[in-house]
């Protein structure tokens, strides 16, 4: 579903700027909005060229950011002439015209891996827009090597390819290579050619590739949406009244939906973006393992991601953590942690050890035994006649404790409740399972200082396995890489997702020790094998890209530069005091909750008819940004490495939209 092409040429001199125009008035013939850029020229007219084939009345620097009179590759030229071509500029010139237009046809300079500056080519551009591409080819000699090598390199960088027209820049007779090399490179490539254009002769080309594109489907999309998908955590009911918003691409801390809206990405895609959408050094890593081998099975067999990022995930996880196994996703990580800490206690010679110690508000997944091991009623109550049964206790809230008490001279007394459980009861407890420092879906409830410490101990002091599920605060959403890192202490068993991948594929590990691992090992006969897994474990392409995401927090210094954007945000979120319905703001490193209440001296909340968070998020897109509620809870989670520009953005948006819908609440709901 695209909204544009870009033209590259095999090498300068082919006629791109010819076929530019050529399809540009084609469109136009056909009745399509079309837009027209050229970022940059030297020595010629043509984006002039282009906006004439348009009829476009769009002004020149936009078309043309950059236009250079000296006749040299656009390095070159802008050196001579002593101006720096900024990326930044032609890509927003560019989202101005795409806005505007129903479809773009962008020209490039010269070849694909003409530079543009010191250390960015036309193709880091054409990833960079994220427009599939047209090769355009001259007939003559070389044209076999020149075009599959743009071809292999537009794979390489993972950039579909519309097709191959073929342009005949001299007025002379074909020979016979000249005729057959089109067919040849078709076959040999498997790239359709759209057109093969002689010498001073009418232009015919196969414009249907460009046709099938969202100006003829994306009015299909939203109907196909509501038709076809079951939204996960979606009243359907109501979302089928929506106009739903259908996203097409990103880029950094945005997103963008199939009308061209961009929109700030204010919870990381649910928690999960690192590093920003289209990270250059993630998109290649994956492009890089596809090279080699997309899946095998780490049943019985290895492969070589998987054992990297075990290692690298060894060497930055908590001290003691020695084995990885991997799965999917965050609730897998979970089911394996129960089922690793309750068989370990069966092969252990603890045969009584049997229960498990969950939390009042957790959340730990959707599959059977992750929701066994949760608290929230409203997801999870009416599965619990499947579910086995747990010893629940409360956890922190202190916004609304339930011993009535202030931190800290409270002292945590919270703590007491499992002191005395555990006393009584550990000789039957497997292991206790936490989200530390902050239970994310509950609405982002912060644990007080010292809390999670507290219970490390205790499970030590009672041989009980304390099972950390980091699966949303793992990665540096805290402020350190793991939130156990804040009070120094080591699990027995930690789950991390989300995160790892940097936002790019399903991944998921459960970490353990040693002495967890070794209660596995056996003779066959003893049966004292873990019996569990999944057909995607350890699949190369999405450890590949983990492996990259940890290189970047490396290479980029992220968690450092996260201290700096938490102090941001701490003093930014001090002016939501200011509304009158923000009752609680909690936050933990970069993970904020923002509890809205009917009134704050009562704390009274807000009924779920209400829909405030619903009201809240609706609101916000109309800001520019996407925001997703735990009921009454706004959150914000947004991509580590968002800009404190960006995050300024992000704050504004949803101060405004707290008080316009809080304020307005009164009128009828707008869905």
């Known amino acids: 579903m695209n909204r544009g092409i870009f033209v590259v040429g095999t090498d300068t001199g082919v006629g791109k700027t010819f076929i530019a125009a050529a399809i540009a008035a084609g469109l136009k013939n056909r009745g399509i909005n079309v837009g027209v850029m050229k970022p ?37 030229a802008s050196k001579l002439e002593k101006h720096t071509i900024s990326i ?95 067919q040849t490179i078709s076959k040999l490539s498997g790239i359709p050619i759209l057109g093969i254009i002689k010498y001073s002769k009418n232009v015919k080309l196969n414009l249907s590739p460009f046709l099938h594109t969202t100006l003829k489907n994306k009015k299909y999309l939203k109907e196909w949406d509501k038709k076809y998908i079951w939204h996960p955590f979606t009243q359907m009911q109501d979302y089928e009244k929506e106009k739903p918003i259908i996203i097409e691409e990103g880029k950094g801390s945005y997103i963008k939906d199939t009308d061209g809206k961009r929109y700030l990405d204010g919870v990381s895609s649910l928690w999960v973006n690192v590093h920003g959408h289209r990270k250059k050094e993630l998109d290649e890593s994956i492009r890089k393992q596809l090279n080699r081998v997309a899946h095998s099975t780490l049943l019985g067999l290895g492969n070589i991601p998987s054992i990297e990022l075990a290692k690298k995930l060894i060497e930055i996880a908590p001290k003691g953590l020695k084995k990885v196994f991997y799965s999917d996703s965050g609730s897998t990580a979970v089911e394996i942690a129960l089922k690793m800490a309750f068989q370990y206690c069966q092969q252990t010679g603890q045969k009584k050890k049997t229960k498990f110690i969950s939390f009042v508000n957790a959340y730990h997944g959707d599959t059977v035994g992750s929701v066994s091991v949760g608290g929230m009623d409203l997801f999870h109550k009416i599965y619990k006649p499947l579910l086995f049964n747990t010893i629940k206790l409360n956890a922190p809230y202190c916004y609304k404790c339930h011993l009535g008490l202030n931190y800290p001279n409270c002292k945590l007394k919270c703590v007491n409740e499992l002191e005395n459980t555990l006393k009584k009861q550990h000789r039957e407890i497997a292991g206790l399972i936490i989200e530390p420092l902050i239970q994310g879906a509950a609405g982002m409830l912060t644990q007080p200082q010292g809390y999670i410490r507290k219970v490390r101990e205790l499970c030590t002091k009672y041989s009980v396995l304390m099972l950390a599920d980091e699966v949303a605060t793992g990665f540096g959403r805290t402020g350190k890489m793991f939130a156990c890192e804040h009070e120094n202490i080591s699990p027995d068993i930690m789950c991390v997702a989300k995160s790892i991948t940097g936002g790019y594929l399903p991944l998921a590990a459960t970490l353990t020790t040693q002495e967890i691992y070794n209660g596995f090992l056996g003779d066959s006969s003893e049966q004292k094998t873990f019996f569990h897994g999944h057909t995607y474990t350890g699949n190369p392409l999405a450890c590949a890209v983990a492996i990259a995401s940890l290189e970047l927090y490396k290479k980029e210094k992220l968690i450092s530069k996260l201290h700096s954007k938490i102090s941001f945000l701490r003093n930014e979120l001090k002016r939501f005091n200011q509304l009158e319905h923000a009752g609680d703001i909690r936050q933990q490193g970069m993970m904020v909750g923002i509890e809205l209440v009917k009134d704050k001296t009562t704390k009274k909340e807000y009924g779920w008819e209400e829909k405030i968070g619903i009201r809240v998020v609706n609101e916000a897109r109309k800001h520019g940004v996407i925001l997703r509620p735990l009921g009454s809870v706004i959150v914000l989670m947004p991509p580590l490495n968002i800009s404190t520009k960006e995050l300024k953005t992000l704050l504004d948006a949803t101060f405004k939209s707290i008080k316009t819908t809080t304020v307005n609440l009164c009128n009828p709901l707008e869905l």
């Not at 030297?42 to 236009?67: E, M, W």
């Not at 076999?144 to 950039?159: D, F, P, R, V, Y």
Request: aromatic share 6%; hydrophobic share 40%; net charge negative.
């Open 40 to 76: 940059v020229q030297s020595g010629g007219t043509d984006a002039q060229t282009l906006i004439k084939a348009a009829g476009v009345n769009d002004p020149l620097d936009l078309v043309c950011p950059y236009s250079f009179k000296t006749p040299v590759a656009p390095e070159l």
């Open 88 to 182: 930044e500029k032609i890509e927003k010139s560019f989202q101005i015209l795409n806005q505007k237009h129903d479809f773009m046809v962008v020209e490039g300079a010269g070849g694909f891996y003409v530079p543009l500056n010191d250390d960015y080519l036309i193709s880091d551009l054409v990833a960079d827009l994220g427009l599939p591409v047209v090769i355009v080819s001259r007939l003559g000699l070389g044209t076999i090597n020149h075009t599959l090598l743009t071809i292999e390199a537009c794979k390489q960088k993972g950039i579909e390819i519309l097709g191959i027209i073929f342009n005949q820049t001299e007025n002379k007779s074909l020979s016979i290579t000249e005729k057959t090399n089109p």
